[in-house]
């Protein structure tokens, strides 16, 4: 099947190239002509693992296009998903600002029958104001395809992505499950076509409507927030009954009707998703004069919980001025350079208010996109190795959880830092071996 994608970014880029990758042609359209450049010169701008050489052989192989001209897009495929950014808007809500575009677009150019997949992430609604959007284009410039009767011109269906950054290219080539909203069984057999050679027995294809489908994806995310949130609450109470919250969270994961996933306590979730999708659904239920309980506080824990370790921080060392702070990887999970919303942003400028005298951090891969957030700030420094930040730190926080260093150099962390303090906000160290070794250690829910 030839298929179209707007917007060529974290996600889009892995769809388009895992579409490509089961055989179908792929033009990737993107408003950002540097981005579409680089990548038809093989500079994959993001990080995420095993992209890079699918999208280099795929584009080689003709399967994958890569193009700024909408219109070439729209004439080129039946199917076109819009995949463009749904970031907050200054009121929490998502931004629909480049979905309308890119129906309106679509509405302008098509020429024949198109089937416009909304793959973004977007509130209950949104399909129907697609609809609206595409139909007025049509009716503008008296589209023929109108034919004095709308229906059968086009078809909007909702296609929510669930893939994971960092583990992108494995969840979408065998997702747990696919879902769409459908109106029509013209719209249907386009999207079996689309996606007939990722189906398995326990992995389906299903249809539902449109509301609904656009629906699932906010109630997966938040309810995942959710489960943080609550292993979080659980991890403070530990913490003042001097209970152990790895024990916990172990054996309630083992009774299935809980799952062990989404139960470690730390400092709280972060990333591109989970903040603005949680605060979305929260303002999506205003709209509707519903109150989101239980989200709502969902929200309310991980704001104090991002925070969290610098109030652990304080706790041993009272006055920061004149301290130099080390910070162990920045963005909100390992093996991935998005930094939108992660929680080492607030900690940064949190420890900055608190006059420290230095942060040297280091991460393997958000480093440049973390220095272009703090362009001008000399008291950040970001240094070229794990053991180059720990040079004279009177303390070390643990932000995220990169495996390589489950089994650090703890001897020659000691002899680098000048205060053996270490805040670990992913409790992915032994506690009774780095007590044994002299450090202050301290852990979420210790
Ligand atoms: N990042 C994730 O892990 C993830 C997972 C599942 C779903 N989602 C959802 O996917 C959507 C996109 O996420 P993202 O992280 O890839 O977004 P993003 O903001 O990183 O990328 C969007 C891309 O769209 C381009 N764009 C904007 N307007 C355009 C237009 N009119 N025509 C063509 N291109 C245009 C931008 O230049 C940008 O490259 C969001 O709704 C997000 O919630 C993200």
Known sequence: MKITIFGTWYVWLVTG??????GHEVMCIDI????????????IPIYEPGLEELVKRNYKEGRLLFSTDAKTGIDF?????????????ENHRADLRFVKIVAETVGKHMDDYKVFINKSTVPVGTGEMCKNIIKQELEKRNSPLLGGDLEGGFDVVSNPEFLKEWAAVKDFMTPDRIVCGVESEQAKKVMNDIYKSFIRADKPLVFTDLKSSEIIKYAANAFLATKISFIN???NFSEIVGANISD????????????SKFLHAGIGYGGSCFPKDVQALIETGKDFNYDFKIIKATEQVNKIQKVKIVDMLLDKIPDLSWKTIAIWWLAFKPKTDDIRDAPSLDIIERLIGLWVSKIKAFDPVAMENVS?????????TLTFTNYDA???ADALLVLTEWDEFRNADFDKIATLMKWNIIIDGRN?????????RGFVYEWIGK
Not at 248 to 259: A, C, F, T, V
Not at 372 to 380: A, G, Y
């Open 77 to 89: 495929a039946t199917a076109i998903f819009s995949a463009v950014g749904t970031p907050p808007d």
């Open 390 to 392: 720990l040079k004279w």
């Open 428 to 436: 992915i160290w032994n506690k009774d071996d780095l007590l044994e």
């Open 372 to 380: 272009r957030i703090f362009e001008n700030q000399d008291k950040l």
């Open 248 to 259: 916990i969270s172990k054996w309630i994961g083992l009774d299935p009707r809980i799952g």
């Open 32 to 43: 950002d002509q540097n981005k579409i450049d680089k990548l038809k010169e093989g500079i």
């Open 233 to 235: 609450e659980i991890a």
């Open 17 to 22: 190239t895992c579409l490509a990758e089961v």
